[in-house]
Structure formats: C-alpha cells, structure tokens
C-alpha cells in the first residue's frame, strides 16, 4: 500500500508539472472587460478595477523585483506619475513577488538619484501576486518564455473597464514610458472627438484622421471653409 502511494503521489505531481508548463497563456483581448481580482498591495487591498471607478486605468506587469530593467521602468514612471493623475489614470503594477519584497524595493527605489533628478515617492501600488492569480487572468506567464516569472506587459483599460491597448515586450527591452502615456492621450482624444483616429507617430496637439467623411464634407474640400484636408482620397485628415 505504501509502495502504491508513493508511486500515485509522484504520478500527480508529475502531471501537474506538465500541465503547468504546457498551459498555454489567455490573454484578455481588446474590447474585452478587464479581468477583475482582489489582491494585496504596497497601498492596502485592492479590487481591481473596480477600485479605480471611472477613471482610465493602466496596469503593468514586470518580472520581477529588483530587476535592472524594470527598475528603471518604475523610476522613470514615478517621474511621470502626476502627469497620468492630471489625465483621470490610475497605475497599477503586479509581479509574481511577495508583499514584503515589493516594500523593500519600493524603499530602494525611492532613494534613488536617476538620470541626475531628485527621488520621488512612488505613489501606485505594486500589487503582490506570488500565486499567479493575476497573472493567470492575464494571460501573463508564457511557457515558453519561463514558468517562474510573468511578462513584461502592459494593459490600458477605459472607464467602463473595456481594454484598449495591449502591449508585450520582452524582458531585455524596457518600456518607453512616454508611448503608454501617448497611446493613453491617443485613446482619450479619440473617445472625445468621434469619427477620427491618430495616425503614424501622433502626437497630442496633431492633426487628426477622419475615417469616414459625410457627403457634406466630401463636397467641401479644398473650399476656405472646409477644415478637411485629404493626402489621398482614402486618407483624410481635420485641422486642429
């Protein structure tokens, strides 16, 4: 009997090893609901995103703790993290780590001089998911990637908790903070202005596309009057 146990007993372990590993990652895709979960965070318990409300919201995935990537991703965020306040976004982080090295990062982090500017609190909480619960949901650990750490990612969800943008990178690139924040002001300028969209290498304050025209705009262009300029009849842009 005690030989049938053990043998049964290596025998699930085993299998479930291999389910581990073979699990293919579910990413949440756009225009789909934010996954939602309840975790631990270096602000208190979170509800995500219910917590967060009307606001835009962008969570971000790294590796791990005391990574030198993602250490300068967190600094460089931290320089920014009032300019995503003044847009109505809210920041969350999570990593596979515990609560408790999360803190002792943070407090690192916080002491640190980068790129000759004075250290900042980092206000957004870093969300602890040592169970994968949050990486599951997702669709953040990549097997054939590794099974021990999740993926550099990044989620930028709206006010009704749909997602719009998604974006993976890989754990030797770090993540250019100012495109987040561009893509975000993209999104929200389009949600208020309907009927446009931002082309190649938008910037705020640029000139918008108009995908489908009215007949009445069709039959003002080129006239004084008209604030629609074409590039080529299936590219149409409106002056700001």
């Known amino acids: 009997m005690k030989t049938v146990v053990l043998i049964l007993c290596v025998g699930m372990s085993f299998c479930f090893q291999m389910n581990s590993q073979s699990k293919k990652a579910v990413i949440p895709l756009i225009g789909a609901d934010a996954p939602s979960f309840t975790a631990e965070t270096t602000n208190g318990v979170l509800n995500f995103?219910?917590?967060?409300?009307?606001s835009w919201k962008i969570l971000l995935a790294h590796p791990k703790?005391?990574?030198?990537?993602?250490?300068?991703?967190?600094?460089?965020?931290?320089?920014?993290?009032?300019?995503?306040?003044?847009?109505?976004?809210?920041?969350?982080?999570?990593?596979?780590?515990?609560?408790?090295?999360?803190?002792?990062?943070?407090?690192?982090?916080?002491?640190?001089?980068?790129?000759?500017?004075?250290?900042?609190?980092?206000k957004f909480p870093l969300i602890a998911d040592p169970h994968f619960?949050?990486?599951?949901?997702?669709?953040?650990?990549?097997?054939?990637?590794?099974?021990?750490?999740?993926?550099?990612?990044?989620?930028?969800?709206?006010?009704?908790?749909?997602?719009?943008?998604?974006n993976f990178y890989p754990l030797q690139v770090g993540r250019n903070m100012d495109e987040i924040k561009r893509t975000l002001i993209a999104l929200e300028t389009i949600d208020k202005q309907k009927n446009t969209a931002a082309p190649a290498n938008w910037e705020p304050g640029?000139?918008?596309?108009?995908?489908v025209l009215t007949q009445n705009e069709k039959n003002n262009i080129g006239k004084p009057e008209s604030d629609i300029y074409q590039v080529a009849w299936f590219m149409n842009f409106r002056k700001k």
């Open 65 to 122: 703790d005391f990574t030198p990537v993602c250490s300068s991703e967190l600094l460089e965020l931290s320089q920014q993290q009032d300019e995503y306040a003044k847009l109505g976004a809210k920041i969350a982080v999570v990593s596979t780590d515990i609560l408790d090295q999360h803190k002792t990062w943070v407090k690192a982090l916080e002491e640190i001089s980068y790129k000759d500017r004075a250290p900042v609190k980092i």
């Open 49 to 54: 995103p219910q917590d967060y409300g009307s």
């Open 206 to 211: 640029g000139n918008l596309m108009v995908p």
């Open 133 to 166: 619960i949050v990486s599951d949901k997702y669709g953040l650990i990549h097997p054939d990637a590794s099974v021990e750490v999740n993926i550099r990612a990044v989620f930028i969800i709206d006010p009704s908790n749909k997602i719009r943008a998604i």
